[in-house]
């Protein structure tokens, strides 16, 4: 979209050891330039006290619990009257407020102008984890080394690398015009050490198929746009992973609709294919072969409204270096003018997109929570909590909203013992709200505190990282 198989076994014994899940990632640490709790040594222990848990095993909040961490893992979690605190714990008050796992962004571009530094604005909004969908390998590696060592504070990483494509691209990617290049390019990022293989939309069905057989011998996992050739079906069948923006899914819409709903101008086509056809059998296919969809609703919300000049990731576009807009308009530039009835159409397709979301958790598709950051509505960081707003707007239920943030990332990865819920052993990612989430979608925005792989970032800490990157972005010709 915006950028124009089953799990192998293999897939959890990589995060597990040799990839950045157990490795260079596992460390979440903090930044030697920003302004941040005091260091914490390997084993020193983190009480946060009389905390409102609320996790994906229970709707129900689990009252005046303490949690426990001790380096980078959670080791208790319980009441606060049979959970004792070590007299050395640095405690935590979070009376009043609602502890979170830490959130995934599992759809974010964060080899970009200013990304480096960009990566903290998504530590401090709660986001601990992301799936990175398109970068130059070394670049990732490199950021992946320097947050484990704690030089740079960051996400925990899982990435793609450079993608499978056919078409010429501004973006790292490996081009794809043969049976051949398709072969070749899915063992050349198995030889790279890729966490999953991205295809994109330039694939023809040759080309798609030919790469699909190959990663499933080769025991890689893949992911990515589906091409307008292929059916959401055929590419769920193939072994695709997750289907990135809802690609070649259809709307659903009347005969009427599918002729009065015909996009304005070509990129209005991203809100999806309209069809009076039923759903039933995609969603089957989806449920049944645990094909994921990432639906990245807020990156589309901008080509809903255009021309509308104003939309709500504008907010936090005082934290974004200057190069950064210019490379966003550049890489996804909106029309000029557009015909009559465009701002119609867009705004009817995108409410039906939206309501897709419900559709498809109602039938059993599994969903994932991306961004496709950093478009002007979905800056790093930020917008993860807008798309959050949008999947219960589209009626998904509060509580599954937030396992679809949180567990639905640990099942994607094979890694429920170490991701999504607030318990013994996971990593200590957690995110503490002012209110509850469950109430409100837009609470995920109130957020007073975060750990970050056992590493505390207060409200205050938090407010000085936000200065440096407005001052950063203020700082630039």
């Known amino acids: 979209m915006m950028w124009l198989l089953r799990l192998p076994l293999r897939w959890k014994s990589r995060l597990q050891c040799q990839s950045p899940f157990r490795s260079a990632v596992s460390a979440v640490s903090v930044c030697s330039v920003c302004v941040v709790a005091g260091p914490l040594s390997a084993q020193q222990t983190v009480a946060i006290v009389n905390a409102t848990v609320i996790d994906a095993t229970s709707p129900t909040p689990r009252r005046g619990q303490t949690i426990l961490i001790r380096g980078n893992r959670i080791v208790a979690v319980g009441p606060k009257a049979t959970t004792s605190v070590p007299l050395s714990a640095r405690a935590i008050d979070a009376t009043g407020k609602v502890v979170i796992p830490g959130l995934w962004d599992m759809h974010t571009h964060i080899d970009i102008p200013g990304g480096e530094e960009l990566l903290a604005?998504?530590?401090?909004?709660?986001?601990?984890?992301?799936?990175?969908?398109?970068?130059?390998?070394?670049?990732?590696?490199?950021?992946?080394?320097?947050?484990?060592?704690?030089?740079?504070?960051?996400?925990?990483?899982?990435?793609?690398?450079?993608?499978?494509?056919?078409?010429?691209?501004?973006?790292?990617?490996?081009?794809?015009?043969?049976?051949?290049?398709?072969?070749?390019?899915?063992?050349?990022?198995?030889t790279l050490g890729v966490d999953v293989i991205k295809f994109h939309t330039g694939l023809t069905r040759e080309t798609f198929f030919a790469a699909a057989r190959r990663a499933r011998e080769v025991g890689m996992p893949f992911a990515g746009h589906v091409p307008r050739t292929i059916s959401a079906i055929e590419a769920s069948d193939s072994g695709m992973r997750s289907i990135e923006h809802a690609l070649t899914i259809p709307t659903p819409c009347t005969p009427a609709e599918s002729l009065a709903l015909v996009p304005k101008f070509p990129v209005q086509r991203v809100l999806g294919p309209c069809s009076s056809a039923p759903l039933t059998p995609t969603f089957a296919t989806l449920a049944r072969n645990t094909t994921w969809v990432t639906p990245t609703f807020v990156a589309a919300y901008e080509i809903a409204e255009w021309p509308q000049r104003?939309?709500?990731?504008?907010?936090?576009?005082?934290?974004?270096?200057?190069?950064?807009?210019?490379?966003?308009?550049?890489?996804?530039?909106?029309?000029?003018?557009?015909?009559?009835?465009?701002e119609r159409v867009?705004?009817?397709?995108?409410?039906?997109?939206?309501?897709?979301?419900?559709?498809?958790?109602?039938?059993?598709?599994?969903?994932?929570?991306g961004t496709d950051s950093p478009l002007r509505n979905s800056p790093p960081g930020f917008g993860l909590a807008e798309e959050l707003v949008l999947l219960a707007r589209g009626g998904v239920p509060l509580h599954d909203v937030l396992k679809i943030a949180t567990l639905e990332p640990g099942r994607f990865f094979s890694a429920t013992d170490s991701i999504g819920t607030v318990q013994p052993g996971?990593?200590?990612?957690?995110?503490?709200?002012?209110?509850?989430?469950?109430?409100?979608?837009?609470?995920?925005?109130?957020?007073?505190?975060?750990?970050?792989?056992?590493?505390?970032?207060?409200?205050?800490?938090?407010?000085?990282?936000?200065?440096?990157?407005?001052?950063?972005?203020?700082?630039?010709?």
Request: aromatic share 8%; hydrophobic share 45%.
């Open 346 to 369: 867009g705004r009817t397709m995108f409410n039906k997109r939206v309501a897709l979301a419900g559709a498809m958790h109602r039938a059993g598709v599994h969903l994932l929570a």
């Open 121 to 190: 604005a998504y530590v401090v909004n709660g986001v601990t984890g992301v799936r990175d969908m398109a970068s130059e390998w070394g670049t990732i590696t490199k950021w992946r080394r320097a947050i484990a060592d704690g030089a740079l504070l960051g996400p925990r990483i899982t990435a793609s690398g450079p993608y499978l494509e056919g078409n010429p691209q501004p973006i790292a990617h490996i081009a794809v015009k043969s049976v051949d290049d398709a072969r070749r390019g899915v063992d050349s990022l198995k």
């Open 426 to 477: 996971r990593f200590a990612d957690l995110v503490i709200l002012d209110r509850n989430p469950l109430a409100d979608a837009r609470n995920y925005r109130s957020v007073s505190a975060v750990v970050a792989n056992g590493r505390v970032f207060t409200k205050m800490d938090r407010d000085a990282i936000l200065a440096r990157l407005e001052a950063a972005g203020k700082a630039q010709p």
């Open 310 to 342: 104003a939309l709500p990731g504008d907010a936090y576009a005082k934290y974004l270096p200057d190069t950064l807009k210019k490379f966003v308009a550049w890489i996804f530039p909106m029309p000029d003018s557009i015909p009559p009835g465009s």
